[in-house]
Structure formats: structure tokens, C-alpha cells
């Protein structure tokens, strides 16, 4: 029975897999971001006759998928535009979501059937935050402009805190029947946050230094992989938020990591989780697609027209509320920061206004959580309403996911939103720093090897040319190989030269967290080639 179960298990594992690659691919074809066409395929595939029921365990996604997906999202997180944006990402990760649930309480309590206010919060609970998961897989992907993209990525993160939050205090009241006061609920908040920050930083230093000392490219990998696991466990189990420790462990390792890892394993690294979220995303979007039939035959006593009705009243109801919070908070912020501390800022474009607003996409963790509500409640009363509001959950992921991810091109395209040229230009500025410093490097290392001067003259010459901007030759000459592993030894002192500077403007903030990286992985590449004897640097 075991051996048969194991094989069960591989099997759909295998088909999974090998659907999230065909679909995948078809989606490149398509020029559409895969998570949409991912999702509609799983819709699709739910129909076909003989399909086996997939279901969706929580306890999966929370434990499982959760992590490494946060993880990696965090990773990519610009800290310096995390602080610059932070009102706004507060205001859409905590203020949003307690609109919702208030907006929530009040619509559906008195529309929907059966619902009172209660049930209402709990419904808004579920699924008034967005999707880390969708929205990294989705908004990098179709061209918003990237401060557009920082504020997403960074609310859907941080939401993801408050919405578990609020989803504990629904299910409270429903169970109980009390009430928790503001007070409590912000206590609650405050706790959760800071104790799973603190978790993260310390999983995250921990995990720092044992790289540092291991200095070991398989094993690095191998912890870089649990540390998303152990910061969330260890976190639930110190009953903190271990969506915040994830996300704290993350951004402290990204921002260590060009001083501990080498390019080697970087490199490694980076290609590795580069599959590991690729096909853990590609798997969640699937499942998602897959619970059609689970969630509609859940619901009896309505035809499908109604179902429909409600599920298309429901996610344009969430949507406009989305909206119509995005557009309050952006105007009463930009009017506090212009007439009450008298500051000299820009009014707000009502295009970007209205694509933050248009971009709340959910996902598998909304679904997660509706499926995670209790059967029945204490006493032995049913509660009745979990299967409406996980039809509802589902009808809004389809809807955001598919609706929103699908049109946000068009959007950008009629709306003339693309990216400004902001970090392009602090790419260009970052890449003559960094030939600047390599070439003062280079002068004071050829003063100390006089023997050795024409070859760092021959590499001045070169980075000089970058910093011109002229087109550079990187063929390999016949002729000037004579001194090979002298001449790559001063190559490998210009790129070490290189990082430190690029650290520097990094922490100075001078350039953003995604230009580092950009030009980070370009000297590890230059740094690899070198090693391989594939490539004269600069």
C-alpha cells in the first residue's frame, strides 16, 4: 500500500511537472507571463473526463511552497526603494487591508445569503491581501515601470503579515464570539511584525557567518535553501510571524551576500533558485487552475448562473475597493507631504495611480486560507458558510490573475506608462565608478610592479575605453598571451577593485539593490571567464 502511494504521489508529481514545462514554453511563444497561461491550463485541465482530483492542502502551501517563495521574492527586494516608498507600502499593506475587511463586512454581510458580519470579516480576512507569488511572478514581467513594480512586490510582501493577522482575529470572533478591541489588535500586529523580523535577522546572521566559514559552493546552496524553511518554522514556533521572519532572513542575506559569497557560487546559486522558483510558482499556478470542480461542487442548493453572478459582482466589488483606496491615500499623502510639511513633490501621475490600483493580484495563499477554515464551530454547528467563501476566494484569483495580469500590457501600453530610464541612468553612472576605481587600482598597482608595467597599461587602455564609450574588442589576441597568469591576476585585482565599489555606492545608495545585482553578476561572469581562460577582461 505504501509502495503504491509513492507511486501515486510521483506520478502526479511528474504530470505536474511536465505540464507546468509545456505550458510554460507555450507561454513564451505566446509572449504572455506564464503564471496566467499556467492557470488557465489548470482550468482547462480540470474539465478533462478521468482527470484525477489534485486537492490543495494548506498545510502544503504554508510549509511547503510558502518559504522558498517568499524567499526568493524578498531577495530581489530593493531596500533603499523599500524605504523611499514605505508610506505607501504601509498604507496599501495594513490600511488596505483593514478597508477591505471593513468595506467587506459591510457589503457582503448585507448581500450575500447567509452571511452576517462576521462571516463577512472572515471573508475579507481571506482575501484582502495580495500575493507575493503572483505578484513577483506577474509585475516583473509585463513592463510595468519599476517603481510600479517596487511597490507591488514590497506590499504583497509585507500584507501577507497582516492578512494571516486578520484571518486569526476573524476566525477568533467566529469561534468565540468576542471581539478583539483596536488596542489588542494592534498589539497583536506590532508583536507579530517585530518578533519575526528579529527571528529573520538572527536566522539570517547565523546563516551569514556559516556560509562565510563554510566557504563551500554545494553546501552554501544547500543552506541557502533551508534558511527560508528554518526562518519560518522557527518563527511559528516562537508564535511570531514567520512571514516576516522569511522576508527580514531574505533582504539581510541579499544585502550580505556580496560580501560573503563568492562569484563562484553566486553564480550557483543563482541558478539554482532560479529553477527552484520557476518550478515551485509553476506548480502553485497549476493547482490552482486544478480546484475548479472541488470548489464549485462544494456549494449546493445555487445554480450556476448565480454563482456566476456572485462571483463577478464579488471580485468587481473587490476590485473598485482597491481602487478607490489608492487613489484616497495617494492624494491625502501627496497633499500632507505638499501643504503640511511643506514640502516641494510632484503631484501624483492618476495613470501610475490607477495601475498600483488595477495590479492587486491574489493567489494560492488566499486560496490556501479559505481552505483552512474550520467544518464546523464549537457546539456543533456547522459553519455554512466556508464553502461560499472559498468559491469566492477562488472566483478573485481567477479573476486578478487572469482579467488584470492579462490586460496590465495594454494598460501600459495605452496609458504611455513604461520605465523611466531611472535605473538605467544609475547603471551607466555606476559602470563609469566602477571603471574609474579600477583604473586608479590599476595605476597604483602598476607604480608597486614597474616590471609589469605595459600589461596594466594594455588593461588602463581598456577600461579607459569602456569609460569612453567606445566600442570595446573582446577577441583574443594571438599576441599578447605571453603573460597569462600575471596579466589575469591583475584582472582579477581591477574586479575586485570593481566590487568594493559597487558595495560602496550600494550602501551609500547611490544606485538600487537591482543595479547591483546587475553589475555584481557581470563581474562574476567576467571573474568565471577569467578562471576558464574564455575571456580577456575588461
Not at 505578484?135 to 509585507?158: F, K, M, N, Y
Request: aromatic content about 8%; some cysteine; hydrophobic content about 50%.
Amino acid at each position: 500500500m505504501m509502495g503504491g502511494g509513492v507511486h501515486a504521489v510521483q506520478a502526479v508529481f511528474l504530470l505536474l511537472l511536465v505540464f507546468v514545462a509545456v505550458f510554460a514554453g507555450l507561454a513564451r511563444r505566446l509572449k504572455v507571463p506564464y503564471p496566467i497561461l499556467l492557470v488557465i491550463a489548470g482550468l482547462l485541465l480540470s474539465f478533462l473526463p478521468g482527470m484525477p482530483r489534485i486537492g490543495l492542502d494548506p498545510d502544503l502551501v504554508f510549509l511547503v511552497f510558502l518559504p522558498p517563495l517568499l524567499y526568493s521574492a524578498a531577495w530581489t527586494l530593493s531596500w533603499r526603494e523599500f524605504q523611499r516608498n514605505f508610506v505607501s507600502i504601509a498604507m496599501l499593506a495594513v490600511g488596505l487591508v483593514l478597508f477591505t475587511i471593513v468595506g467587506l463586512a459591510v457589503v457582503a454581510g448585507s448581500l450575500l445569503p447567509g452571511f452576517d458580519w462576521k462571516s463577512a470579516v472572515l471573508l475579507g480576512a481571506v482575501v484582502a491581501a495580495t500575493d507575493a507569488i503572483a505578484a513577483t511572478s506577474i509585475a516583473r514581467r509585463v513592463g510595468l515601470p519599476q517603481r510600479i513594480v517596487d511597490i507591488l512586490e514590497a506590499e504583497s510582501l509585507v500584507n501577507d503579515g497582516t492578512g494571516l493577522l486578520a484571518l486569526q482575529f476573524g476566525l477568533t470572533m467566529l469561534v468565540t464570539g468576542r471581539t478583539p478591541s483596536v488596542i489588542e489588535g494592534l498589539g497583536q500586529l506590532v508583536f507579530l511584525t517585530c518578533g519575526g523580523v528579529a527571528v529573520g535577522l538572527a536566522i539570517g546572521a547565523v546563516v551569514a557567518w556559516f556560509e562565510r566559514w563554510v566557504d563551500d559552493g554545494p553546501i552554501e546552496i544547500v543552506i541557502s535553501i533551508l534558511a527560508p524553511y528554518g526562518a519560518y518554522l522557527l518563527g511559528a514556533r516562537m508564535q511570531v510571524s514567520g512571514v516576516m521572519a522569511v522576508i527580514a532572513c531574505s533582504m539581510y542575506m541579499s544585502r550580505k551576500s556580496p560580501e560573503y559569497m563568492s562569484p563562484q557560487v553566486r553564480l550557483q546559486t543563482t541558478a539554482v533558485w532560479d529553477a527552484l522558483t520557476f518550478i515551485l510558482n509553476g506548480i502553485v499556478f497549476v493547482l490552482i487552475g486544478l480546484q475548479l470542480p472541488y470548489v464549485v461542487g462544494q456549494i449546493v442548493g445555487m445554480s450556476r448562473p448565480v454563482l456566476l453572478e456572485y462571483g463577478i459582482g464579488f471580485s468587481a466589488l473587490m476590485i473598485c475597493l482597491r481602487i478607490a483606496w489608492v487613489f484616497a491615500e495617494t492624494y491625502v499623502a501627496y497633499g500632507l507631504r505638499r501643504w503640511v510639511r511643506k514640502l516641494d513633490v510632484k503631484p501624483p501621475q492618476p495613470r501610475q495611480v490607477f495601475v498600483i490600483g488595477w495590479g492587486g493580484m491574489r493567489g494560492v495563499l488566499s486560496l490556501a486560507a479559505a481552505i483552512s477554515l474550520p467544518y464546523a464551530l464549537p457546539g456543533g454547528r456547522t459553519f455554512s458558510q466556508r464553502s461560499m467563501i472559498i468559491y469566492l476566494a477562488f472566483c478573485l484569483i481567477v479573476a486578478t490573475l487572469v482579467v488584470q495580469g492579462l490586460t496590465l500590457p495594454w494598460l501600459i501600453r495605452i496609458m504611455g506608462l513604461s520605465e523611466s530610464g531611472h535605473t538605467n541612468r544609475e547603471e551607466q553612472e555606476a559602470r563609469r565608478v566602477l571603471a574609474t576605481e579600477a583604473i586608479m587600482h590599476l595605476h597604483r598597482t602598476r607604480s608597486k610592479n614597474r616590471d609589469q608595467s605595459p600589461l596594466f597599461q594594455e588593461l588602463i587602455d581598456r577600461y579607459q575605453q569602456r569609460l569612453d564609450a567606445m566600442p570595446l574588442e573582446r577577441e583574443r589576441s594571438a599576441t599578447g598571451l605571453i603573460h597569462q597568469a600575471r596579466r589575469n591576476d591583475a584582472i582579477l585585482t581591477a574586479l575586485q577593485a570593481e566590487r568594493e565599489a559597487l558595495i560602496r555606492l550600494r550602501d551609500e545608495e547611490q544606485i538600487d539593490d537591482e543595479v547591483l545585482r546587475t553589475l555584481q553578476r557581470e563581474l562574476d561572469l567576467a571573474e568565471s571567464r577569467v578562471h576558464t581562460g574564455s575571456m580577456i577582461h575588461p
